[in-house]
């Protein structure tokens, strides 16, 4: 076993020298360059390809009968109020007279008569 460990580490260390490249020259790199800029026509292909996979993924969630089940179970329905919550800051109606005039479009009493 030791034989083995031995051979093991002398290998490594034969193939770390050999792969040595050579000359190494040191270059700085130029953040502030993009190395490919694309172009409109390929963002917008990329952009409507990642818009179809979304909306497929999710119109597939939401047709899945589980994930509904599971939607009503724990969540809330939201209730739109039609009435204004607390006392409102608009003067009452009955302060104006014009309210209190009897309406033009009162309906009248049919009459029946005998024939």
């Known amino acids: 076993m030791k034989k083995l460990l031995w051979a093991t580490a002398a290998l490594a260390i034969v193939?770390?020298?050999t792969a040595t490249?050579?000359?190494i020259v040191y270059k700085p790199i130029n953040t502030n360059k993009l190395?490919?800029?694309p172009s409109r026509a390929a963002a917008n292909v990329a952009s409507?390809?990642?818009?179809?996979?979304?909306?497929?993924a999710a119109g597939s969630l939401e047709s899945n009968?589980?994930?509904k089940t599971i939607n009503n179970l724990f969540s809330r329905k939201i209730i739109v109020p039609h009435t204004q919550a607390g006392?409102?800051?608009l003067p009452s109606p009955n302060l104006f007279p014009s309210t209190q005039y009897k309406?033009?479009?009162?309906?009248?009493m049919p009459i029946v008569r005998p024939r």
Request: hydrophobic letters at 40%; aromatic letters at 6%.
């Open 15 to 17: 193939a770390v020298n």
């Open 35 to 37: 190395v490919v800029q």
């Open 21 to 23: 490249a050579g000359d």
């Open 48 to 56: 409507q390809a990642i818009n179809l996979v979304g909306n497929t």
């Open 103 to 108: 309406s033009y479009n009162t309906p009248v």
């Open 87 to 89: 006392p409102s800051a």
């Open 65 to 67: 009968g589980y994930i």
